[in-house]
Each structure stands twice: as C-alpha cells, then as structure tokens.
C-alpha cells in the first residue's frame, strides 16, 4: 500500500461546479497534512494546512479524519483558474519529511 | 514574503561538466530541501538540511552534492550526470522539519 494515495484523475467539471478530492495515508503516526496545488511546468504551492477540527478558505475547505486516515479538499464553485494538479502531502512525523500522494488532476471548463 | 529563489531557471549541461543549483530563503527558516521531480510525477526527497546540518540523504548518488553554507544559502553541485538525472530540480525551505514547506519555481536540467 502506498504511503499516500489519490485518485488521479483527470476530474473534469464545468465552471461553477463543485468538485471533491480524497486522499488517503497509511501512516497513523502522520502529525501534519497539507494540500498543495502544482501548475504545469511550475512549483508546487501550499493551498492550505489541515487541522483536526477542518478549515476553510474562502471557496475551498479541508477536512482530517484521523480515524479513517483521510483527507479531503472541497472546492465550491469552480473556475478556470483552478485548473492545476492537486497534491495531498502527509509529515510523518518521526522522519520529518513529507510524503507527497501523485496528485489529482483538475480540469475546469466552460 | 514566502519566496524562496533558485538559480539558475534552466541548465543544460554534458555528462562530464561540474555545474551547481543554487537556492536561497530570506525566511529566516531553518529547514531547507532538494526535491528532484520528473514530468508527470510527484517530487521527490533528495536531500534535507536542518539547521545547516544534512539530516536526511535519501540514498542519492555522490554525483550529486549538497551544500549548505549558511542558514539563508543551499547549494546542490553537480558532477558527471547522466542523462536519465534530466528533471525540475526544486528547492523548498519550511520553519522546522515538522511545517509546511515553501518552494522554490525550481531549475530545469536537461543533461546531454
């Protein structure tokens, strides 16, 4: 089993929708999570931190379930510009390094 | 201002040459971080710095050196490639090991 494992997509929705991506970890002891987004041929950008008790950003919302060791990032009313890769990233902790899932990739269109 | 700043953006460079990668926070961040990432895949772990000392080498070959000279500087020295080590190399910093990292826009190499 993979450490950390998305879906990969391709997820293609229209402008406005709202779109919902899954990740899971396998490690328990993970401490911190994180979404990043990727743009092609360009770093990848932290988009949020996920905490316990879930938090939002304006259009998008991230969630922990520590008991079922997955993360979900939630984005409400989609445009054009969210059209990216979307990588779930996991710090085990104890090697102090993150652990990137392969991305899910988004396509939004008109 | 979460910048951090590599140089140079592209690098093509033959199987014998010596070239380095260079990186730079002014975050005052004391964790800094190679990623070597290929088209299509996730990046992946090289080498980690904590508090200028090397804390994780994940099993790189010796063709690739890391440097760090001082908290804000990272280099990554490059000797006698090959041409399957063509990739985005990136560079990423983060407060501590246990925080969210910031990268780099990355170098691409293309060796020859």
């Known amino acids: 089993r993979k450490e950390v494992e998305q879906d990969p997509g391709p997820f293609n929705v229209p402008e406005g929708a709202t779109v919902a991506f899954n990740c899971t970890y396998s490690?328990?002891?993970?401490?911190?999570f994180f979404w990043y987004r990727q743009d092609c041929r360009k770093e990848p950008k932290l988009l949020m931190s996920?905490?316990?008790s879930g938090n939002e950003d304006g259009r998008f919302t991230a969630q922990l379930n520590r008991a079922s060791q997955y993360i979900s990032l939630l984005i409400r009313d989609s445009k054009l510009s969210d059209s990216a890769t979307y990588l779930c990233?996991?710090?085990?902790?104890?090697?102090?390094?993150?652990?990137f899932g392969t991305g899910t990739r988004l396509q939004v269109t008109l | 201002d979460t910048e951090v700043t590599q140089t140079p953006k592209h690098l093509v460079m033959g199987m014998t040459n010596k070239k380095s990668l260079k990186c730079e926070q002014h975050?005052?961040?004391?964790?800094m971080y190679w990623y070597k990432q290929k088209a299509k895949k996730p990046p992946e772990l090289m080498f980690v710095?904590?508090?200028?000392?090397?804390?994780i080498n994940e099993s790189v070959p010796s063709r690739f050196s890391p440097e760090c000279p001082n908290s804000s500087l990272l280099n990554l020295h490059l000797h006698a490639l090959q041409p399957e080590d063509s990739a985005l190399y990136l560079c990423a910093s983060s407060p501590g090991t246990e925080y969210e990292q910031y990268f780099g826009p990355g170098t691409r190499l293309t060796v020859t």
């Open positions: 975050m005052g961040h004391r964790a």
């Open positions: 996920v905490y316990s």
């Open positions: 710095y904590s508090y200028e000392k090397l804390s």
């Open positions: 490690n328990s002891a993970s401490q911190s």
């Open positions: 990233v996991v710090n085990t902790g104890t090697a102090s390094k993150l652990t």
